[in-house]
């Protein structure tokens, strides 16, 4: 997933994506200058935000 289909997913603005996506651990990896997220891995770390 791109940094828009994530924000989209997880209803935040692309900047919240862009500006928090270390601090909050979302499992994005560098493919070339971009970063990517497989959906698993994204709705595991959902599933571990949630208390």
């Known amino acids: 997933m791109?940094?828009?289909e994530v924000a989209a997913f997880l209803r935040k603005p692309k900047s919240w994506v862009?500006?928090?996506?270390?601090?909050e651990g979302?499992?994005?990896k560098k493919v070339g200058n971009q970063l990517r997220c497989r959906p698993a891995e994204l709705?595991?770390?959902?599933?571990r935000q949630i208390p």
Do not use: K, Q, V
């Open 43 to 47: 709705d595991d770390w959902l599933d």
């Open 2 to 4: 791109s940094i828009d």
């Open 18 to 23: 862009y500006g928090n996506w270390r601090s």
């Open 26 to 28: 979302i499992p994005f």
